[in-house]
């Protein structure tokens, strides 16, 4: 109770920061960025190719950006907001509240920015993160080979030492989005004859470079954002390895809690309205203003209650990160139980949506939004780890059960 | 506010479970059960929880007790969960006194409150009739009689029906079983004339009573809040009960798998410990991960009691569902994994098992809860 008056104070200076937060928001997002996002198209992702869907959608883009709200929590001097983790918290749940989508979306934002912050130098720094902040540069992943997806750290693409440079010779596997993008953050063997974790390195290059294609795969939802990506003789200087050279299993460790972290938010922002009610637009109420399926109503009920105490969950660990009491990791639980609970949440709404949402190609389906949604949730028990490889880091690292 | 325990209540956590794992683990529970014990409880260890204020954690400091909030009964009663500790806390500390001071007028906090607090007085709510928890299905009829009311009928799972002094008795003064107009709550001495109690030995080893009521003459005095209108008292008072219970849950689900992850880490077949076997890694880490996230409803749940107990319906509904689900699972991983150990009475398990079937009736299961939240939610 020492601390009582400054923590009146604190109180009292966040909501002051929820009002001007609240105000802001509501004078400037557009009323069409308000909606969920039901397509490709309504997500905006930046680049040297970038191109805007809408005119909302560039305008809402530049005001975030402008205020250092693409990325709200980043130092100002990288073009971030600047914002405590309290004041970020405030504005997530502003935004949340009206329904405004994210102004940019970004590898660089969600996992790159966050591993440069950490082990970045400080031209790293200066040279990446505003251009991730302005959307200027769209990056892709290289992580997975066609012989290292679960097994990470048994990836074979080499990077040999040249003078100053490394060149880089290999192939990475469902790259997502590699055809669009600027440049890559990629794991390279830097040392072959060390132990798997021993010999990897992080390092970032340009996707122009000599020596770089793609070529894409396929989807079972119909589209192509992910690739197999080739590397024949690719030189980039060694300044381009972030973190140590051989130490790169630490910032992929990193890097992929923030990746976990926000694919188990993928589902946070749900649909626009509670499943119960778009059930019961499409299969009806009985006198009693019911969903005319028992069963599915029941299935909803307790997917209600699943996904409310998941919400509470996240919050939670929010508040424990910044306690300094969160287990480093716990993304590994959210992970496995926020994209387990996507699937269930899309399987529902096909089920609710029965024949109409199996219309693949028709303007009343706005293309298939909705089936091609429900399989691409079938992808987040998979992508950033699969959901047993979750279960086995949660068993081994926090449990402590042995056989590691 | 952040789902976090202060400082404060991280202290508090600590002198729960100190006292708490020192003087009743479950072997307490074992031997009160063993034995027959009249009472059902430690009345020797009551007296310690009134003297460190844990009796008195809700009553107000102008009544002689802690005025400490939900979250503080979370605390305490998620050790308690971990124990297994028979205690009036529940009952008389967190419902009953949760109902006199949202309900009480000045004359009866002043007679009651003060008591609970040093541990004089036990006291309990007497609700369900039925086999399940339907509050509004309320039929005890109490008429007007004179100054007073007559009241006649029977309760099922009154929660230290034998031993308390004070039934807090939910009452039809008006309109029919289902409704929620004409629902009044009394204040009924146990020892008054009409008053039958039969202690129903439960499958927990923890006390709960029938009782049953034969035109029980009560005055106007004993009217708890306004007559015909108990429901919303009523709404606030039975959450605070479910959040109390749901955290409990969380104490009783974490503690049980405690257990079992100490006995993956001990027990060996076909030459290996049985941890190492992916199977079981993977149920048990899905089982920490449902137990995580269901301590974070429980908190959320708690907080929401605590900023506003009108408005925490929907909050208390996930909570008391989650934990239902939650234990139901922990104690069935927690046997399942025991092999055949977790079958012996000689072992503790069964005893964690048996408590959570009782907390998951308490105040309604998971079922009702789950209907609760689509109502809300208006589907
Ligand atoms: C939509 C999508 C986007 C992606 N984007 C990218 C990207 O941008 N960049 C990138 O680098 N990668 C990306 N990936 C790749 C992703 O990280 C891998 O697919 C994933 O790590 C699984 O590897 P795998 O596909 O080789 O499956 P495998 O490792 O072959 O797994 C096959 C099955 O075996 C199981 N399994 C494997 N090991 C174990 C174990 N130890 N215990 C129990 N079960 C096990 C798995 O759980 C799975 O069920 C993406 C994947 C998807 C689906």
Redesign the interface.
């Given at each position: 109770?020492t601390d009582s008056k400054t923590s009146e104070t604190e109180t009292a200076d966040l909501e002051q920061f929820r009002t001007e937060t609240r105000a802001w928001l509501e004078a400037n997002c557009p009323p069409e960025m308000r909606k969920p996002v039901t397509s490709d198209a309504d997500v905006f992702w930046g680049g040297r190719n970038a191109k805007f869907s809408s005119e909302p959608q560039r305008i809402w883009f530049e005001r975030m950006r402008d205020k250092g709200w693409t990325v709200p929590d980043w130092p100002e001097e990288y073009g971030g907001g600047g914002l405590s983790a309290a004041e970020h918290k405030v504005l997530r749940s502003e935004i949340a509240k009206m329904g405004a989508r994210p102004p940019l979306s970004s590898f660089g934002i969600w996992m790159l920015g966050p591993a440069l912050l950490k082990y970045g130098t400080e031209a790293q720094k200066q040279e990446h993160l505003p251009k991730i902040a302005a959307g200027l540069i769209r990056w892709c992943q290289g992580y997975s080979e066609p012989n290292a997806g679960s097994d990470l750290a048994s990836l074979q693409t080499r990077a040999e030492s040249d003078g100053d440079d490394f060149v880089i010779t290999g192939q990475k596997i469902w790259t997502s989005y590699a055809n669009y993008a600027d440049w890559i953050f990629c794991l390279v063997r830097t040392d072959p004859t060390a132990k798997k974790h021993d010999g990897i390195s992080f390092i970032l290059f340009d996707m122009t470079s000599k020596g770089v294609t793609t070529k894409p795969i396929l989807l079972i939802s119909g589209y192509s954002p992910f690739c197999e990506t080739f590397f024949d003789n690719v030189r980039v200087p060694k300044s381009h390895v972030v973190g140590q050279i051989n130490r790169g299993w630490d910032v992929a460790k990193y890097l992929l809690q923030h990746e976990r972290a926000m694919i188990s938010g993928m589902g946070e922002r749900g649909v626009g309205r509670?499943l119960?009610?778009i059930?019961?637009d499409s299969v009806g109420?009985d006198g009693q203003?019911?969903?005319d399926d028992c069963m599915l109503?029941?299935e909803?009920?307790?997917f209600?209650?699943?996904e409310?105490?998941?919400a509470?969950?996240a919050?939670?660990a929010l508040?424990?990160a910044?306690?300094g009491?969160a287990h480093p990791a716990?993304s590994s639980?959210m992970k496995?139980?926020g994209t387990e609970l996507n699937k269930r949440r899309y399987e529902i709404l096909m089920s609710a949506g029965g024949v109409d949402a199996l219309e693949w190609e028709s303007e009343r389906s706005k293309q298939g939004a909705r089936p091609r949604a429900w399989l691409r949730t079938k992808a987040n028990s998979i992508e950033g780890g699969t959901s047993?490889v979750?279960?086995?880091i949660?068993?081994?690292r926090?449990?402590?059960?042995?056989?590691a | 506010m952040?789902?976090?325990l202060t400082e404060?209540q991280s202290m508090l956590r600590d002198s729960a479970r100190g006292l708490i794992s020192d003087t009743a683990p479950v072997s307490h529970l074992r031997h009160l059960r063993d034995s027959k014990d009249p009472t059902g409880f430690s009345k020797e260890l009551w007296h310690s929880f009134a003297e460190i204020g844990f009796a008195g954690l809700l009553v107000p400091e102008e009544f002689g007790g802690s005025g400490l909030g939900f979250m503080e009964v979370g605390v305490v009663m998620e050790e308690i969960g971990r124990t297994l500790m028979p205690s009036p806390f529940l009952a008389t500390s967190v419902v009953a006194t949760s109902a006199l001071n949202r309900g009480g007028n000045a004359a009866q906090k002043s007679e009651y409150l003060p008591k609970i607090s040093n541990g004089s007085l036990l006291a309990t709510l007497a609700i369900d009739e039925g086999t399940k928890h339907r509050p509004l299905q309320t039929n005890l009829q109490a008429v007007r009689a004179g100054n007073g009311f007559k009241l006649s009928g029977a309760k099922a799972l009154v929660v230290d029906g034998h031993v308390a002094d004070l039934f807090i008795v939910a009452a039809r003064t008006a309109g029919s079983a289902g409704e929620r107009d004409g629902l009044t709550l009394f204040l009924v001495n146990s020892k008054a004339k009409g008053v039958a109690i039969e202690r129903t030995i439960m499958v927990d080893a923890h006390n709960a009573a029938r009782i049953e009521l034969a035109n029980v003459e009560v005055n106007a005095d004993s009217v708890l809040g306004e007559v015909d209108q108990a429901a919303s008292l009523l709404d606030g008072v039975l959450d605070i009960g479910r959040g109390a219970v749901a955290a409990e849950m969380v104490g009783l689900s974490e503690e049980v798998f405690n257990r079992t992850?100490e006995y993956?880490?001990s027990r060996k077949q076909f030459g290996?410990?049985i941890?190492?076997f992916?199977a079981l890694?993977?149920r048990?880490?899905?089982l920490?991960?449902d137990i995580?996230?269901?301590?974070?409803?429980t908190?959320?749940a708690l907080q929401a009691l605590d900023a506003d107990v009108t408005k925490a319906a929907?909050?208390i509904?996930?909570?008391k569902?989650?934990a239902g689900t939650t234990a139901t699972r922990a104690v069935q991983e927690g046997v399942q994994m025991h092999g055949g150990m977790g079958m012996t009475d000689q072992f503790d398990i069964g005893f964690f098992m048996k408590r959570a079937r009782v907390c998951e009736e308490l105040f309604g299961d998971?079922n009702y809860?789950?209907?609760q939240?689509?109502q809300a939610?208006?589907?």
């Open positions: 109770m509670p119960g009610q059930a019961a109420t203003g019911r969903l109503r029941a909803i009920a307790s209600d209650v699943d409310a105490a998941l509470a969950c919050e939670r508040d424990l910044k306690a009491q716990f639980a496995y139980y047993e979750m279960l086995g949660v068993a081994k926090i449990l402590d059960l042995p056989g | 952040a789902l976090v404060e992850v993956l880490k290996k410990l941890g190492e992916q890694q993977h048990a880490a899905e920490y991960i995580e996230i269901t301590r974070a409803a908190m959320k929907s909050a509904a996930v909570a569902a989650r998971a809860h789950t209907e939240l689509a939610r208006g589907y």
